[in-house]
């Protein structure tokens, strides 16, 4: 399994549950979350929910159980993902 795209949608609460569970993934700010520019096809740092930039091809698989896991973590259920 592969994770292809994570984004976060509006409605985060900054609980960092996600940063906790995949640092890698995710960065907590004062206002939401966003997605590591590290780990996306564009090298951008942000949520993703408008670029919709897929993950590096090694980060797809190795961390999928890990994203799997902070989206389920998410309290308020805000952390969406597509996979391959």
């Known amino acids: 399994m592969a994770i292809t795209k994570v984004w976060i949608e509006e409605g985060c609460i900054v609980c960092n549950a996600c940063e906790a569970e995949t640092p890698d993934v995710f960065h907590v700010t004062?206002?939401?979350?966003?997605?590591?520019?590290?780990?996306?096809?564009?090298?951008v740092d942000s949520e993703n929910r408008e670029e919709m930039s897929e993950l590096n091809d090694d980060v797809q698989t190795e961390l999928a159980d890990s994203i799997i896991a902070a989206a389920a973590a998410c309290p308020v259920e805000v952390i969406k993902f597509e996979e391959a």
Do not use: E, P
């Open 30 to 43: 004062d206002t939401s979350c966003n997605i590591m520019a590290g780990v996306r096809k564009d090298g």
